[in-house]
């Protein structure tokens, strides 16, 4: 920003070596011929503007550095050390207020995050699930974060941290915004074959893949308005038949009343999401297939053209015998 | 080394060009007379065939107009002009990157494809407005510079036939009569008391009579060459053409202008200067960022698009076209007050103009003879000579007067041109020389009907003046039946009046012209010319009825009538006085710290007696010479530095040397150059280029042209000047009258004061717009704005409101500062920089960023949850992405969220904006005393700013490649405060800058 040598700042010094140089160059510039002008004016420019530089960084004569003295650059230096404190200041202060006028446990707007959207499990960079059946290694990386996603819904910690609760029922606590809520069990041993728990490779290691499907958290959400969510996965765009056979569990491929609302998680520690786990027994194999599921209920939105994980998730399975 | 010889380039006007050409040329122009003419019935001229045949290939009798750049040329120049570069790199990162991602089958790679088109289309849209609006101001020129073509009456086989002049051909021969514009350049071979005016080509304003005679070697000098484009006062003449189009004296002098190269203007250099900052600005923290991400172990392709956003934001877009629009507006007003520029640039140049060469004949003055003073009865007495007198009110009672008055309007040969009843005295045109002109309009305005006058008193012989006798002479009647006496009255050089007298009138009574009297006489003529007046000499004599009865037959070849023993009556004296509204102009030049030099090719007492009446040499300033004489010591002996006036001759100029005319141009503040030629103006306005002064420099002749094209600002004269200068110029006078150059000067200082706020308020937003991306890079945040957002903050909402601030008032009056210093008072200083940069700026940047941060916490993001989300918050894969609440957000829900915080950040700069808009209208004084409503334009700024913004983000909020969500109402208040903190800091900033002038704080602060 400092480009500017000549500036008032720096006018203070009279008689700057730069200035006495110009002159010197007037001088010698009436001396000359006119002929000898041009050149004179392109020698300058050349030399001059190395020297300028020079002088512009560091001038030894009056002790400035980029155009000010020390003392000058103290200055300014603490007057936007100054300067900057305060408005770091107003700036904190602001956000302070701002984050007070906040409710801690229910976000002011929640227009944005709603309808849910869909996640799955197995994450692995992706919704390409592809792997080789006789190599294990393939398939070690789904497994391994099916049994870590899993690792909240095992019935032992289900059981010690979260209540039984009614089924077919929203769960609905009132009373102090502040207190502390109930979450319902969502035991691992409900999702069966994809529990992990009888085939600790989800059947992977056979070529029949578990998918566990996930409707995104949203506070005070009641999915479904009364009905409980349901799910269904077909080939997307493609042939039917290479996708013969999807079990489900919970085999009513619904997301429960019971799990819904939501409280936010300062105040609903335990709360696990509900799952339904699709356990995708005949699919073709060596082959790439698109598999689209979509949340069907009240209230749910699957076909928003530019957001396809609102409400549909589309995952692509290539598993190799 | 002598300025004469100095120049090659300028040896070819001064004369010795013809010489060789003479004997050769002139034999063979004898031939072709020869040819074309049938000595029993005159000439015959050329055959249409044969003068066919010559244009075909000598071409056109017309000047070629100067090379012009090729239209594509100018086009691409605006292309890669300015920014554009700078916007052309970003573009092409843009494609780069689009195409590694698209071979990444990344699927936003289209976002770069489209970023690198719209930069693309932005670079093209502002060269294509620029361009426009360049052609546009072309055009008004060419628009003026068209005139009615020109006829030549011409002799072609035998026949007279009137032709367009252009159609003209070496051979022809042109008959030409008073009033006539020469078509070519011709040799006479008839003529008839013809007189051309030359002043075009010399600069000599005294008519010229022109004959069949060779005169002299030199064919500028000699009698029998009429030069094309000058025009024939009187007479008629009969020449064959010798030379057409650029081969005419003319032609040539104009192809040596275009030789004179163009400087770069003021502005233009200080665009240049502020395009280099920023761009410098924008490069230096390109790079710096681009090195702090790649180390901060980003991808390269994603620092590179980071560069991209950086440039983008760096960059203001709209700025040059905004620069253009305001010198455009400036232009447009400066055009109503008869400035018309035709090169935008020179708008600003006018205002840092701090040396003007004005002509005197024409600019300074009214370009016609007045009666300035008169002398009877021992006394001098004032006339009224501004512009639209209408009565004189010296003292009329005394006899002399009613003698003096006849005389006036009897020896008069001029007459009005009939149909003029209601035109005003002063404007009438009338017929015959300047001097009887004057004395005509002087009487009828006293007397009323002077024709009437002249037909009481019937003429009855008539001497004319001519150069010999120096005098005129006529015999009339008189009005009173009774007196059957002739009066014979005369008029002419006072000396030789005077000569002719015995007696003189004083009180109507006659005396005899004792010695005593004939003191108090020369006293009176060397005052009156010593202020430069022409003046003229009166006497009559009533011829006694006896020896010149009625029917006395007067010969004015014998003269067998009295011309001596005469009774003088009195002195009249004239001068073409200056326009009434200059001496207040010059007045406001001295204290504007410009420097008026008058330069004149008229007489020096003359041209000192103008610089005098007008001020351009004040009342108490002397001359050298005056120095002299008022010591009564030889001029040598006198300090030439106790002078602050000067008069230079034109010889002595010719005889300076570069150091002579340097030193007076340095130490006399007032300085006038009389018998200057045109050429010896070059020489000047080098001189005073030379004390690194910004020259202006008016002209009207095709010999100015050179000057004009030299000097920073050319100013030609729109009714009285050449083709040829108006060419060269920068800018035309359409009324002729240095005062309006004074009103352009205020123009072009105010907007190079409220370029300057443009520029600031522009700057200002800048870092508003690149803050985002700097804390994006470092702190990790969610993406603040986008680029194509930002493209619409610098070529949407900020246009209106930066070109309103070109109609901001001056703060104080601007012609009472010395005009800037090129060198020093830059357009964009450091002050400018770092206050719109490191202060507004950043206090923009802090609102905004309290919206953006307002905008997410209130949808679950606070603000501790933002930092360092980048990766996954931008990852496609993670549907699931958890907010400070536990809420789990799409790809897209974010990505929407992130708009919703685009727009947020727009429209808080919007608001903010709205309030640097409101402080950039003054650098000084407060808002309260500028007025906040004086300048309607400023609320039809901040007015559309808001609806734009308002369009944007409800109108427009639905269409996704735009990145603008129709945002909740309350957020465009969060920044309100910042826009008052903003507003009043500033004040508070003016408020110490004008307590204390001269402090820290002023050096510091103020830009």
């Known amino acids: 920003m400092d480009m500017n040598a000549t500036s008032r700042g720096a006018e203070g010094q009279p008689g700057s070596p730069h200035q006495k140089r110009e002159n010197k160059q007037g001088q010698r510039m009436q001396n000359s011929g006119r002929e000898g002008r041009e050149e004179v004016m392109a020698k300058k420019t050349w030399t001059d503007v190395i020297q300028e530089m020079k002088n512009f960084l560091w001038d030894p004569e009056n002790r400035t550095c980029l155009g000010r003295t020390a003392k000058s650059w103290g200055l300014i230096l603490l007057f936007y050390f100054i300067l900057y404190l305060c408005l770091a200041g107003l700036f904190a202060f602001c956000i302070y207020i701002m984050v007070l006028t906040l409710n801690p446990y229910t976000p002011t707007y929640r227009d944005r995050v709603a309808p849910p959207g869909v996640m799955i499990r197995p994450y692995v960079r992706g919704f390409t699930i592809a792997f080789n059946v006789s190599e294990s290694s393939s398939w070690l990386p789904y497994v391994d974060s099916m049994h870590h996603f899993l690792a909240a819904y095992n019935d032992t910690v289900q059981v010690e941290k979260n209540i039984e609760c009614i089924a077919g029922q929203y769960f609905i606590q009132e009373g102090d915004e502040s207190k502390q809520k109930r979450a319902c069990q969502f035991k691992r041993s409900l999702l069966q074959n994809c529990s992990g728990i009888e085939d600790p490779t989800f059947g992977y290691s056979r070529g029949q893949p578990c998918i566990l499907l996930k409707m995104n958290r949203i506070i005070g959400y009641q999915a479904g308005a009364g009905t409980p969510v349901s799910v269904d996965c077909r080939v997307q765009k493609g042939n039917e038949s290479d996708l013969r056979s999807v079990d489900f569990y919970p085999q009513s491929r619904t997301f429960d009343l019971m799990y819904y609302p939501y409280y936010g998680k300062h105040i609903h520690v335990n709360y696990t999401s509900p799952l339904v786990a699709m356990h995708f027994t005949d699919v073709k194999k060596n082959d790439f297939v698109p598999i689209q599921c979509k949340l069907n209920g009240k209230g749910i939105v699957n076909d928003v053209h530019n957001d396809r994980f609102l409400g549909r998730i589309i995952f692509t399975f290539n598993i190799g015998m | ?1007």
Not at chain 2, 267 to 284: C, L, T
Not at chain 2, 661 to 683: C, G
Not at chain 2, 887 to 895: F, I, L, S
């Open chain 2, 1 to 1007: 080394e002598k300025i004469d010889e100095g120049d090659e380039r300028y040896k070819d006007l001064k004369g010795n060009k013809g010489k060789p050409k003479k004997k050769d040329e002139l034999k063979k122009e004898l031939e072709l007379l020869l040819k074309y003419t049938d000595m029993n019935h005159g000439p015959i001229g050329l055959s249409s065939a044969r003068a066919a045949e010559i244009l075909a290939r000598d071409g056109p009798n017309a000047l070629t107009p100067p090379k012009a750049t090729p239209e594509i040329i100018k086009f691409l120049k605006q292309m890669v002009g300015g920014f554009s570069i700078l916007l052309w790199v970003g573009a092409l990162f843009s494609w780069v990157s689009f195409g590694i991602q698209l071979a990444q089958g990344i699927d936003s790679a289209f976002d770069n494809l489209y970023l690198g088109v719209v930069l693309a289309l932005v670079v093209i849209l502002t060269g294509i407005f620029a361009y426009y609006q360049e052609a546009k101001s072309t055009n008004i020129m060419a628009s003026f510079s068209k005139m009615i073509p020109q006829q030549a009456l011409v002799i072609r086989d035998a026949e007279k036939k009137e032709i367009s002049a252009e159609q003209l051909v070496v051979g022809d021969i042109v008959e030409i009569k008073g009033g006539d514009r020469i078509p070519a350049d011709i040799r006479l071979i008839f003529a008839q008391g013809c007189k051309v005016d030359n002043s075009s080509l010399t600069g000599e304003s005294e008519p010229q009579s022109r004959s069949c005679d060779f005169t002299h070697e030199n064919p500028l000098e000699t009698k029998n060459i009429a030069f094309y484009s000058t025009t024939c006062l009187e007479g008629t003449a009969t020449g064959i053409v010798i030379n057409t189009g650029d081969r005419t004296v003319i032609g040539r002098i104009a192809s040596l202008a275009s030789g004179v190269g163009n400087e770069k203007t003021p502005i233009a250099i200080e665009i240049q200067h502020f395009v280099y900052m920023v761009a410098g600005v924008a490069i230096s923290i390109g790079i710096l960022f681009f090195i702090i991400s790649v180390s901060m172990r980003y991808k390269i392709l994603d620092s590179i698009i980071f560069l991209i956003g950086i440039i983008v934001a760096n960059v203001p877009e709209g700025l040059l076209a905004t620069v253009t629009v305001s010198l455009s507006l400036t232009a447009k007003r400066m055009a109503k007050k008869n400035c018309l520029v035709k090169n935008l640039e020179a708008v600003e140049t006018l205002g840092s103009t701090s040396i003007i060469c004005s002509d005197k004949t024409g600019t300074l003055t009214q370009n016609r003879m007045t009666v300035a003073h008169l002398w009877f009865d021992n006394q001098i007495f004032q006339a009224d000579t501004s512009e639209n007198q209408t009565t004189q009110t010296f003292d009329q009672s005394s006899q002399t007067w009613a003698a003096l008055s006849k005389i006036v309007t009897l020896c008069n040969r001029a007459e009005f041109r009939p149909g003029q009843e209601n035109v005003p005295i002063m404007k009438r045109i009338v017929g015959g020389d300047a001097s009887e002109t004057a004395l005509l309009k002087f009487s009828e305005v006293i007397l009323g009907d002077v024709m009437d006058v002249r037909s009481r008193n019937k003429k009855v012989a008539e001497i004319p003046f001519n150069s010999t006798n120096k005098y005129q002479l006529s015999i009339h009647e008189t009005e009173d039946p009774n007196d059957k006496r002739f009066l014979l009255v005369m008029k002419g050089a006072p000396e030789r009046i005077l000569e002719r007298c015995s007696t003189i009138m004083i009180n109507g009574k006659e005396e005899p012209l004792d010695s005593e009297k004939a003191e108090a006489f020369q006293t009176a003529y060397m005052e009156l010319g010593g202020l430069g007046e022409r003046v003229l000499g009166f006497c009559h004599l009533y011829l006694p009825e006896d020896e010149f009865p009625d029917t006395y037959p007067f010969d004015t070849d014998s003269m067998n009538f009295p011309t001596s023993n005469l009774c003088f009556v009195g002195l009249l004296s004239m001068i073409d006085p200056p326009r009434s509204t200059v001496p207040d102009a010059v007045c406001k030049c001295r204290s504007a710290g410009i420097k008026v030099i008058m330069v004149t090719g008229d007489h020096p007492i003359t041209a000192k007696a103008i610089a005098k009446s007008v001020g351009i040499i004040s009342a108490t300033s002397e001359t050298v010479e005056d120095i002299a004489k008022r010591l009564n010591v030889p001029v040598e002996h006198v300090n030439r530095r106790d002078a602050t006036a000067a008069v230079v001759n034109g010889m002595e100029l010719k005889d300076m040397t570069l150091e002579q005319l340097d030193e007076i141009l340095n130490n006399h503040s007032e300085i006038v150059f009389a018998r200057t030629s045109p050429q010896q103006k070059l020489i000047i306005v080098e001189g005073c280029q030379r004390q690194n002064a910004v020259v202006a420099v008016t002209g009207d002749g095709v010999n100015d042209s050179p000057a004009l094209k030299k000097a920073d600002i050319g100013i030609a004269m729109g009714i009285a000047g050449s083709d040829a200068a108006k060419n060269a110029a920068d800018m035309v006078l359409l009324d002729d009258n240095f005062a309006s150059i004074v009103t352009g000067v205020e123009e072009g200082r105010l907007i190079f004061d409220n370029l300057k706020k443009t520029i600031a308020y522009t700057l200002t937003k800048n870092i508003a717009e690149l803050c985002p991306f700097l804390i994006y890079i470092i702190a990790s945040i969610p993406l603040p704005i986008g680029t194509i957002t930002i493209l619409f903050i610098d070529l949407g909402t900020d246009i209106i409101p930066s070109v309103a601030l070109a109609y901001e008032k001056a703060e104080s009056d601007i012609m009472n500062r010395k005009p800037r210093n090129k060198k020093k008072d830059r357009l964009v200083n450091q002050q400018l920089a770092v206050y719109s940069y490191l202060q507004i700026g950043i206090i923009q940047s802090i609102g905004a960023f309290l919206t953006y941060f307002t905008v997410y916490a209130e949808q679950g993001f606070l603000p501790n949850t933002l930092l360092g989300v980048r990766v996954n918050w931008e990852n496609n894969y993670i549907n699931d992405f958890e907010d400070s609440y536990g809420q789990e957000w799409t790809k897209y829900q974010r990505t929407y969220l992130q708009w919703s915080g685009y727009t947020a950040f727009f429209v808080s700069i919007t608001i903010e904006q709205v309030a640097d808009l409101i402080i950039r209208k003054t650098r000084r004084n407060s808002i309260f005393q500028q007025g906040l409503f004086r300048n309607k334009v400023i609320w039809v700024g901040i007015f559309s700013q808001i609806a734009i913004a308002l369009i944007l983000c409800y109108g427009l909020g639905s269409v996704t490649a735009l990145n603008f969500t129709p945002l909740r109402v309350q957020y465009w208040f969060v920044a309100v405060p910042y826009a008052i903190l903003i507003w009043v800091y500033d004040e508070f900033r003016k408020l110490l800058i004008r307590r204390y002038p001269g402090s820290w704080w002023d050096k510091n602060m103020y830009y």
